[in-house]
């Protein structure tokens, strides 16, 4: 069983910066693919973050980009979100993924993914 767990995330004032933490694990000597989406009250989960298993390619949403950088542990399925700059809409609970198989032309979608974190509150007060 691939467990998915998030850390780091909690309240800053707009402008400030947080990074968010996730650890995948359950195929020994796997390398899965990772994204990171968020979900704001009352709105449909998005996507915002993606970076390949070998992690020579990350891809963002447009709302992000410049602001925010995924990153990953060369030799492990850790992956860590960097937000800066942030908004109050960027205020939402974000929630790590992982995909056993790179999804090449889904990363920016659910469908791409296998597992999943519970999630970790961001809130971005103004």
């Known amino acids: 069983q691939v467990q998915v767990v998030e850390s780091g995330g909690g309240s800053v004032q707009a402008g400030g910066s947080l990074r968010l933490s996730c650890a995948a694990s359950?195929?020994?000597?796997?390398?899965?693919?990772m994204g990171w989406f968020r979900q704001a009250p009352g709105k449909e989960r998005e996507f915002v973050a993606h970076?390949?298993?070998?992690?020579?390619?990350?891809y963002y949403a447009d709302s992000v980009k410049g602001r925010f950088t995924i990153s990953r542990d060369g030799a492990e399925n850790l992956v860590y979100l960097q937000l800066d700059s942030l908004k109050p809409e960027d205020t939402a609970v974000y929630c790590c993924?992982?995909?056993?198989?790179?999804?090449?032309?889904?990363?920016?979608?659910?469908?791409?993914?296998?597992?999943w974190g519970q999630g970790s509150q961001v809130a971005v007060s103004s």
């Open positions: 993924a992982g995909a056993y198989y790179e999804p090449a032309t889904a990363w920016g979608s659910d469908r791409g993914y296998d597992y």
């Open positions: 359950g195929h020994p000597g796997a390398r899965y693919a």
């Open positions: 970076i390949t298993w070998s992690g020579s390619n990350t």
